[in-house]
């Protein structure tokens, strides 16, 4: 009556092991004491490709014996002698190439192992293994910057350096390990005119959990000279919700310099372009003022219309030199046209109206366009709507876009002006907006 009670609860004990066994999703099987298969799950049953019936109580010795003197059967054997159960990864026996990690632990007085192919997690592994050493030599090989990363902290003191790459010495004087240890170092070296900006920065981009960029002046702490960089940081959330900081630190002393130079030099080639229209100016002047003769009315209109045009050049001369010779605004050179125009409120006498994007556009076409401009205006003050009191000039510039191209169309519009005859002959102002815009 017991032993039928007891093989009741084992029969009912058994059912509720092989759910369990068979639901945990691991590939599991169990040895006697001889080494003989007592249960496979569905699981393992699908990864040897051998049906249970074929299995079950063979050795797995008999069954796999490619597993004589390899480092799987040497870690059974050590579970068995020890009693203590043993988690490790290991080469599959029986399938070439797989990798397993495995959990094996005394049952039944055998072995119960439950393992699970790890293959593309090692090889994903592996794979980043190699693409943070390739980043690494990358890193730690750069000539002009180095790469760092600190972890977040909502205290802005208590981040950590977590990585700095070994061309920090190259840049700053001090090595990585140094710096690591101790990132203070790096900000004593910075020049104290920048710290405090560059520190508010810094803590209001890591509250916001958004990227920042500064430059500053920092001491070299191997040679003593206090060279320009720039960092670049910017967060990034990792897998588990945290985040990190990754930075790139930038010598830019260089580029500085060269900056200095070109400075320099446009500003000389201002100079000596302002000197040139001067000379022609001061040229033109003693040519239309020959000493021993009479001006006539004709020369010295002629003589007024070509210095307005020396000027309206000097003036567009003037807005590219504020760009450095990069390019200008349109909204500045059509402004500049106008200034000698404009009222002083011209909500109260609104004669000039502008609209239209701010663009920019590069040299060659900003003086097209200031001289162009110069020519129309002067017309309208002329024979148009300038020359009114209740004349008006609208200037307009639309941008359309027509497969996937970008064209500019500038109108010009007067209201309130004089009736114009169309013109007798193509004056100088036609050619130049006709030929020299256009071709611009």
């Not at 990227?211 to 002046?217: I, P």
Request: aromatic residues 10%; contains cysteine.
């Amino acid at each position: 009556m017991q032993a039928a009670f007891n093989r009741a609860v084992d029969s009912k004990v058994n059912t509720q092991l092989s759910v369990i066994v068979e639901g945990i999703g691991d590939a599991f099987y169990a040895l006697d004491g001889n080494w003989r298969f007592t249960y496979i799950n569905r699981a393992a049953e699908a990864y040897f490709g051998i049906s249970r019936e074929m299995m079950l109580h063979h050795q797995i010795w008999d069954l796999f014996p490619g597993a004589e003197g390899t480092a799987l059967r040497r870690r059974y054997e050590e579970v068995v002698a020890s009693g203590e159960p043993a988690s490790f990864e290991s080469e599959a026996v029986g399938v070439p190439g797989r990798y397993l990690e495995f959990h094996v632990f005394p049952y039944e007085g055998g072995l119960g192992v439950s393992f699970r192919d790890w293959t593309e997690r090692r090889r994903a592994e592996e794979e980043l293994r190699e693409s943070e050493a390739r980043l690494s030599s990358l890193a730690n090989n750069a000539l002009a910057c180095m790469f760092y990363q600190t972890s977040h902290s909502s205290d802005f003191r208590e981040r950590k350096v977590l990585y700095v790459s070994k061309t920090c010495e190259r840049l700053t004087g001090i090595p990585a390990e140094v710096v690591q240890a101790d990132p203070g170092l790096l900000y004593n070296l910075v020049l104290p005119e920048y710290r405090e900006e560059m520190l508010a920065r810094e803590i209001e981009a890591q509250h916001a959990l958004r990227a920042f960029q500064s430059e500053f002046e920092m001491w070299h702490a191997q040679t003593g000279e206090a060279r320009w960089h720039r960092i670049i940081v910017t967060p990034r959330r990792l897998e588990n919700g945290a985040h990190v900081w990754d930075g790139i630190q930038i010598d830019v002393t260089d580029h500085k310099r060269a900056e200095v130079h070109l400075r320099l030099l446009v500003n000389e080639l201002n100079h000596r372009v302002k000197n040139t229209l001067a000379t022609v100016q001061s040229l033109t002047a003693q040519s239309f003022n020959r000493p021993g003769s009479r001006r006539s009315e004709e020369a010295a209109n002629a003589y007024r219309t070509f210095e307005a045009r020396l000027f309206a050049l000097a003036r567009g001369h003037d807005v590219l030199t504020r760009e450095n010779w990069e390019g200008a605004s349109l909204a500045d050179i059509v402004a500049q046209t106008f200034a000698p125009y404009r009222c002083e409120d011209p909500e109260e006498c609104p004669r000039i109206q502008i609209d239209g994007p701010d663009l920019r556009v590069p040299p060659p076409v900003a003086l097209s366009l200031s001289m162009a401009l110069h020519e129309l205006s002067t017309n309208a003050l002329k024979y148009g709507a300038l020359g009114s009191s209740g004349g008006q000039v609208r200037v307009s510039w639309p941008v359309a876009r027509k497969d996937q191209a970008t064209r500019l169309s500038m109108r010009w519009e007067e209201h309130g002006g004089p009736t114009v005859p169309p013109p007798s002959r193509k004056g100088f102002g036609s050619r130049l907006i006709q030929q020299g815009l256009a071709g611009s």
